[in-house]
């Protein structure tokens, strides 16, 4: 089945550490977001990749980082920058470029800090 | 900054009754508005969506109603279901930006 592989589903962060977020998908789209979504809130776009090597900063990129070394890998590195990173973390993916078309999601990591 | 306003925020419907969750954007550029269905724990799912040539698009029970000169959209599901009861996320979108609304939890008297 093609779909979008988020892994792993709990993930806990202790003080100045920095966690690695891991996204793949086999539905061999060039585009790639991942989204932040906090309780009672709309999705928050963190960065997204329209192509392989190339990624722009969403709204809220500040104490994230992230890389697009292979077309089916996506990952999120969160880093000890971002102070309030406990939240529900969201991968997706798209056939081309732009946001005005259907994007496909992965079930999410949830991230805690210790 | 720009928002999309989804209203109501909680919505409970009997089993068969229609289910209507509004939402309102700003920006005139947008020309694609999904809506997405989340359960808990898992990621959004697509619903439905529409672009601005025309005023409805009905897939099954699902219905989405735009409203171009208003800026509004409307998702309607008739005859709701125990399994309908999820949250849902409106978005407004253009190429280079999307928004998301905060979500209805919508639930579903059996």
């Known amino acids: 089945d093609g779909g979008i592989t988020q892994s792993p589903k709990y993930l806990f962060r202790k003080e100045g550490q920095n966690v690695t977020l891991s996204c793949e998908q086999n539905l061999n789209h060039d585009a790639m977001y991942w989204y932040r979504q906090d309780p009672g809130q709309g999705l928050r776009l963190i960065y997204y990749s329209q192509i392989v090597n190339d990624f722009q900063k969403g709204d809220i990129a500040e104490g994230y980082s992230v890389s697009r070394e292979k077309k089916e890998s996506f990952p999120l590195t969160v880093t000890s920058a971002q102070k309030n990173p406990t939240a529900f973390y969201l991968c997706?993916?798209?056939?081309?470029?732009?946001?005005?078309?259907?994007?496909?999601f992965g079930d999410g990591t949830r991230l805690s800090i210790l | 900054q720009q928002q999309v306003k989804q209203s109501p925020q909680s919505l409970i419907v009997q089993k068969g009754g229609i289910s209507i969750i509004n939402c309102a954007y700003e920006?005139?550029?947008?020309?694609?508005f999904p809506w997405y269905q989340q359960f808990p724990g898992k990621g959004p799912a697509l619903l439905i969506a529409i672009r601005p040539d025309v005023s409805e698009k009905k897939e099954g029970r699902f219905t989405i109603s735009f409203n171009k000169s208003a800026k509004q959209f409307s998702l309607h599901i008739m005859d709701s279901q125990p399994g309908d009861s999820a949250t849902y996320f409106c978005?407004?979108?253009?190429?280079?930006?999307?928004?998301f609304g905060k979500g209805t939890r919508l639930h579903i008297l059996p």
């Open positions: 978005a407004a979108s253009e190429s280079d930006k999307i928004i």
């Open positions: 997706a993916s798209s056939m081309g470029p732009g946001f005005n078309q259907p994007q496909h």
């Open positions: 920006n005139t550029a947008f020309d694609y």
